[in-house]
């Protein structure tokens, strides 16, 4: 029992270490953004701020945030429901049903996941400017319509669906697309949640291809927002500091409040592995 005791005391203190430390980097940053740009760069490095200042939020809002909220809002939806339903549909192709050259189909589209991100970023730019999208926020979804990571994981979370279920459902009747829209697609709510979430993750998150894609101010996203508030020669780091805190909010509460699904989708994959 003491064993078993110092065992547990150990595997939580490792755990809380592992959580601070991964805390203080966000909480640095809340606590920064309250400080004028002196304090911020003191030494030696002051925790809390001696005087709270609003003025990084200030400037935050007077050079115009709104914007690229809503900019990085349409950009984030509109990769989020093309991703999961192209990759949805996709998944279970492969996973439930049977037809010619499936395997190797599936062995080509896997092995696209090796081709470095920036081999792809010039024909990618030739292909949305033919179209007339560049510089515009279709220009940065469109890209982004599909995703192999995305199809490879909800085809692994599709293997596992019983396939009575589906046998039960041919019997009354009913279509592959209303097997599919009406049965897999309900009861995978936990890993398409989580894939929703990672791919959120990423494209709310993204800067290389918006950063080559859109070149007008209104059209920026909130990457590119921050990405222009570090100065040439000196950063204000208040400023620095809000602009991020804004933009990492709207994650945290995505993240709040869909954590069950979020971890309820790894412990599934792990008992299926």
């Not at 005791?5 to 953004?33: C, D, N, Q, Y």
């Not at 319509?145 to 995305?150: A, D, H, N």
């Not at 933009?247 to 699904?261: G, T, W």
Request: hydrophobic share 55%.
């Amino acid at each position: 029992m003491k064993k078993e005791r110092v065992f547990k005391l150990l595997t939580h203190l490792i755990l809380l270490i592992g959580v601070i430390a991964m805390l203080l980097p966000l909480i640095w940053m809340l606590l920064t953004s309250f400080k004028n740009n002196i304090e911020a760069v003191a030494v030696p490095m002051t925790i809390f701020p001696k005087v709270w200042d609003l003025g990084g939020y200030q400037r935050v809002w007077e050079r115009n945030i709104i914007r690229p909220y809503l900019n990085t809002i349409i950009v984030s939806a509109g990769i989020v429901i093309c991703q999961l339903v192209t990759a949805s549909m996709a998944a279970y192709a492969f996973a439930r049903l049977e037809f010619p050259g499936k395997n190797f189909l599936f062995g080509i589209i896997i092995c696209m996941i090796m081709i470095p991100q920036h081999m792809t970023l010039i024909p990618k730019y030739k292909i949305v400017s033919a179209m007339g999208l560049a510089d515009t926020l279709a220009g940065v979804i469109v890209p982004n319509f599909i995703s192999i990571s995305v199809t490879f994981f909800l085809r692994q979370g599709f293997l596992g669906f019983p396939e009575e279920l589906e046998d039960a459902a041919k019997i009354d009747g009913c279509s592959l697309l209303r097997i599919f829209t009406h049965l897999v697609v309900p009861l995978s709510k936990p890993v398409i949640t989580a894939m929703g979430i990672m791919v959120l993750l990423f494209a709310w998150n993204d800067l290389l291809w918006p950063t080559i894609a859109l070149t007008s101010e209104k059209n920026r996203v909130l990457s590119m927002f921050i990405a222009l508030c570090k100065g040439q020669y000196v950063t204000d780091y208040g400023y620095l500091m809000a602009a991020s805190t804004c933009a990492v909010l709207p994650m945290i509460i995505v993240y709040a409040i869909f954590q069950r699904a979020f971890v309820s989708s790894i412990t599934m994959t792990g008992i299926k592995g």
